[in-house]
């Protein structure tokens, strides 16, 4: 099982393809407050009855946030990127999860191992925990039911892999 | 001027409706004509490209290894 640290973008966008459990087949996911806030702000009914076992809800260090206060001053970044990306890069989890293109490039400049929501999905079925259909559904509801945009090569390249992975 | 016609996801109809509510966008139009030039002027979109095909290699290889 892995350590997660993820932004907001992908768990919104997995919530709404009706997908969010692949998190917990990932393993331990990490959120910090602004992230929670922008959650319960886009997705109000979530988690209303308590917290999966597989989330924590962390807080960065002073240090982190005043990192993420100067990438969100110079527009850089989003507050919840910011704020989760600064405490990535403090704590080295084994992977941190936006959607986000900047934050994803600043992770990679940082040395944090950085992946998005169709890399959630496609790792899942990678690993076994999907069934064939399963991991089908979740993929097309990543594109038809989400805000999350892919390319129309990256769909197909989408597909081809699934093939590959339950050839 | 051309007139185009999009369907969309309803979770992206919502947040369209939602910043033009916010009164940011005269209206959805006005919305759709920001973003797609946002789009097409920044390069983001071949950015993101290139980073979801990079998680679709990561997974391929995990599975290559558990094979």
């Known amino acids: 099982m892995k350590l997660v640290v993820a932004d907001t973008g992908p768990l919104l966008h997995i919530h709404q393809a009706g997908a969010l459990h692949l998190f917990g087949l990932v393993g331990e996911v990490q959120v910090t407050p602004t992230v929670m806030a922008e959650l319960r702000r886009h997705a109000p009914k979530l988690w209303a009855d308590g917290f999966p076992e597989w989330l924590q809800l962390v807080h960065p260090s002073s240090n982190a946030i005043a990192r993420a206060a100067q990438r969100t001053a110079g527009g850089l970044l989003d507050a919840g990127e910011a704020e989760s990306l600064a405490y990535a890069d403090e704590t080295k989890p084994d992977m941190f999860v936006t959607d986000d293109a900047s934050a994803r490039l600043m992770a990679d400049s940082l040395s944090v191992p950085a992946r998005g929501s169709l890399g959630i999905v496609l790792f899942c079925a990678a690993r076994g925990s999907l069934s064939q259909q399963d991991a089908e559904q979740h993929l097309t509801a990543l594109t038809a039911k989400t805000t999350l945009w892919l390319s129309a090569r990256v769909k197909l390249e989408a597909a081809r892999a699934l093939a590959e992975i339950f050839r | ?67």
């Open chain 2, 1 to 67: 001027m051309s007139i185009l016609t999009v369907e969309l996801p309803d979770e992206l109809a919502n947040e369209l409706r939602r910043v033009v509510e916010s009164g940011w966008f005269a209206d959805k139009g006005d919305a759709v004509r920001t973003a797609l030039r946002e789009l097409l002027g920044n390069g983001r979109y071949a950015l993101q490209e290139r980073q979801q095909l990079d998680d679709i290699a990561w997974a391929l290889s995990e599975k290559r290894e558990r094979r």
